[in-house]
């Protein structure tokens, strides 16, 4: 049973363009949450998706920034028009449900923006 | 004020130490209580449930006071391998808000 898997692992991109994060839960993981982490500093929580809905997106900057979970294939994270301070890693994690203890983590996006 | 804060450290300990890592929260309507490890650059990982009975799994105790909205998490008899930040997670709503991590290095 394949874990949580992220891609690509390492990302550059320069100002202005658009970075794309994918993630495929594991299998049977219907629930999906992004998080980032600056250096030196916490995860914080970005968006909570189920299968073709977002259910609390209160962690996602307000402008750039969107994602979503369709019905086919994986969820994805989408930063348009990138500045540097979106530098960060990116890190997906599922769980089988929302009550279920655990979040499996996947191995993380590193973003770099020159 | 942060939802959940933790001691950065680093704690460098000798191996066979005895060493405590302490978390506060502060919404006390939080629901679960964990603490993950992640080690340099990975992603992090469940390392325990804590239960307001306290509970233990083979070197590590956890404890949560509801009361003082504090977690604790006990790792005895260290191993070289123990090394790696240590995360304290509170949940309450949708959301898991992790702590910045304590930071343990096990010296041989």
């Known amino acids: 049973n394949a874990g949580v898997m992220q891609n690509p692992r390492h990302l550059v991109r320069r100002r202005g363009q658009e970075a794309r994060l994918r993630c495929s839960p594991m299998k049977g993981h219907s629930h999906v949450y992004w998080y980032r982490q600056l250096p030196e500093e916490g995860l914080k929580f970005m968006v909570y998706l189920q299968k073709e809905n977002i259910i609390d997106e209160s962690g996602m900057p307000k402008e750039r920034f969107s994602a979503e979970f369709p019905k086919e294939g994986p969820s994805i994270l989408r930063i348009q028009q990138v500045v540097r301070g979106d530098s960060a890693a990116y890190f997906c994690?599922?769980?089988?449900?929302?009550?279920?203890?655990?979040?499996?983590f996947g191995p993380g996006t590193r973003l770099t923006v020159l | 004020r942060k939802e959940v804060e933790q001691d950065p450290g680093p704690f460098n300990v000798p191996e066979g130490a005895t060493v405590a890592f302490n978390c506060t929260y502060s919404?006390?309507?939080?629901?679960?209580f964990f603490w993950y490890r992640q080690d340099c650059r990975k992603e992090p990982k469940l390392l325990m449930s804590?239960?307001?009975s306290g509970n233990e799994d083979g070197r590590f105790t956890a404890q949560l006071n509801r009361a003082s909205q504090y977690i604790s998490l006990l790792i005895r008899d260290s191993k070289l391998s123990d090394s790696a930040t240590y995360l304290c997670?509170?949940?309450?709503?949708?959301?898991?808000?992790f702590g910045t991590g304590t930071s343990l290095t096990v010296i041989p």
């Open positions: 997670v509170v949940t309450a709503g949708n959301q898991f808000y």
């Open positions: 804590v239960y307001s």
């Open positions: 919404n006390s309507a939080s629901q679960s």
């Open positions: 994690a599922s769980s089988p449900s929302h009550s279920y203890n655990e979040q499996f």
